[in-house]
C-alpha cells in the first residue's frame, strides 16, 4: 500500500487540492472561483498534453525503428518481424488515443514523463536537473527584465509630455536652474531607453550573444560561456578545504551572460509595455478628477496610473516566461549550455526524439499555466477591479 501511494503520490497530490479547494468553495465566493480555475488548468492540462502528443507522433519513425536502428548499428541482424516485435513491446502498435491515455496515465500517476530513444533512458532521468536549470534561468531574465522596465518605464511615460526646461515663472531661477537638470536628465535617459528597447525589438538575442563573445575574443579574453571555465568545472563546490569561493565567482562570471541576452529583449517589449500602460491610465478622467482635488506630483502617480497599470503587467507573467523560453534554445547553443531548451532542438532537430521533446514541452506548458493560475487568484485577492469582475463584490467573501 506504501508503495502504491509513493508511486501515484502526483495524482494523490492533485485530487487532496482540489477537495481542499472544493470544500472551501461551499462557504466562499472567492474560493468556488479559485476552484473553477484550478479546474480549467487542469482540463488546459489535459488539452496541453493531446495537442504536444499529436503533434510529436506526426514526426516520421518512431521509437522501435529508432532502438532497432541501434541495434543494427552493433553489428545485430534485423528483420521486419524484430521491428513488428519491438513495435508490440513498446505498447507502439496500439491507436494513438490509447497510448496518449497510457502517456497521460503514467505522467498523471507517477510523474513519469516516458521513454527517451535518443537517451535509451526514461526522460526523467535524460532531463535531470536541466528543466531546472532552464526553469531558472528564464525566471533570473524575467526578473532582471521587470527590474529594469517596470521603473524606468513609469520615467518614460512621466518625462512624455514634460518640457526640457523649467519655464515656470512661479519658480526662483535657482529652483528653475535645478529643475531644468532634472528635466533634462529624464529626457535624455528616455531617448537612451527608447533607443534601448528599439535595438532589444529589433537585434536577435542569439545576435546579441555571439557579439558578446566576439568582443571578449577581440580583447584576447576567455569567452564566458557555459556555466563554468574548464579549470572549475571538475572542481566540487565543497573539499576538505571547505567552500569553493572560486567556483561560486567563476560561476556568477558565466551566469551573467544568457540572463542578461534573454532578459535583453524581454526588457525592450516591458519597457514599450508599461510604459503605454501608464500613458494610457494617465490620461483617463479619474486622473483628471484626482488633479482637481488638489493631487499632485508623485503621490498622483503612484496612487492611480501607476498602481491601475501594474495588474495586466503581473497577469501576463506565465506569458512573459514562455517568450523568453522560446528565445533560450538558439542562445543556449551559442552560449554552450546543456539546459533543456539545448535539449529540445537536440531532440527536436537532430534525433527526432519524440517523446523527450514532448516531455520538454509539456513542462513548459505546465509552468506557464500553473503561473497564469497563480497570478489569477492572487488579483482577484488583491485587486478590487478583479475581485468585482470575476465575484461581483468588493471582496472576498
Request: charged share 15%; net charge neutral.
Amino acid at each position: 500500500m506504501i508503495h502504491f501511494l509513493s508511486e501515484t503520490w502526483l495524482l494523490w497530490l492533485i485530487l487532496f487540492t482540489g477537495a481542499l479547494l472544493f470544500r472551501a468553495s461551499r462557504n466562499s465566493q472567492y474560493f468556488h472561483y479559485v476552484f473553477n480555475r484550478y479546474l480549467l488548468a487542469l482540463v488546459t492540462l489535459l488539452t496541453v498534453s493531446a495537442i504536444v502528443f499529436s503533434l510529436m507522433e506526426v514526426l516520421p519513425g518512431d521509437c522501435a525503428e529508432k532502438m532497432i536502428a541501434y541495434k543494427n548499428t552493433q553489428g545485430e541482424s534485423i528483420t521486419q518481424a524484430d521491428i513488428a516485435a519491438e513495435r508490440a513491446r513498446m505498447g507502439l502498435d496500439k491507436s494513438l488515443p490509447e497510448r496518449w491515455v497510457n502517456w497521460v496515465t503514467d505522467l498523471t500517476l507517477k510523474g513519469d514523463l516516458g521513454f527517451s530513444c535518443a537517451k535509451r533512458q526514461s526522460v526523467n532521468l535524460a532531463l535531470g536537473d536541466r528543466f531546472w536549470l532552464s526553469f531558472w534561468f528564464c525566471i533570473a531574465g524575467l526578473v532582471f527584465s521587470y527590474l529594469i522596465a517596470v521603473p524606468f518605464g513609469i520615467l518614460s511615460a512621466w518625462v512624455l509630455n514634460k518640457p526640457w526646461k523649467d519655464r515656470s515663472p512661479q519658480h526662483t531661477q535657482a529652483k528653475r536652474l535645478l529643475n531644468t537638470a532634472g528635466l533634462g536628465l529624464a529626457k535624455m535617459t528616455d531617448v537612451m531607453l527608447r533607443i534601448i528597447s528599439y535595438l532589444g525589438l529589433a537585434l536577435p538575442n542569439f545576435l546579441l550573444a555571439l557579439t558578446i563573445i566576439l568582443l571578449y575574443v577581440f580583447a584576447g579574453e576567455a569567452a564566458p560561456t557555459g556555466l563554468f571555465s574548464d579549470e572549475w568545472k571538475q572542481v566540487s563546490w565543497f573539499t576538505e578545504s571547505g567552500f569553493q569561493w572560486g567556483k561560486l565567482n567563476d560561476f556568477l562570471g558565466h551566469i551573467w551572460l544568457p540572463i542578461f541576452v534573454i532578459g535583453w529583449s524581454a526588457t525592450a517589449l516591458q519597457l514599450q509595455t508599461v510604459r503605454a500602460l501608464v500613458v494610457d491610465e494617465s490620461n483617463k478622467l479619474y486622473v483628471d478628477a484626482a488633479k482637481a482635488r488638489g493631487v499632485h506630483g508623485f503621490n498622483l502617480w503612484a496612487k492611480y496610473p501607476v498602481r491601475h497599470s501594474i495588474s495586466p503587467l503581473f497577469n501576463s507573467v506565465g506569458f512573459d516566461y514562455q517568450r523568453i523560453f522560446n528565445d533560450l534554445p538558439i542562445v543556449a547553443i551559442v552560449i554552450g549550455l546543456t539546459d533543456a531548451s539545448a535539449l529540445l532542438i537536440e531532440a527536436l532537430a537532430m534525433t527526432n526524439d519524440q517523446e523527450l521533446a514532448a516531455g520538454i514541452l509539456f513542462l513548459v506548458a505546465l509552468v506557464v499555466i500553473s503561473m497564469n493560475f497563480i497570478t489569477d487568484i492572487v488579483l482577484a485577492a488583491v485587486d478590487p477591479r478583479v475581485r468585482k469582475s470575476v465575484l461581483g463584490t468588493g471582496g472576498p467573501a
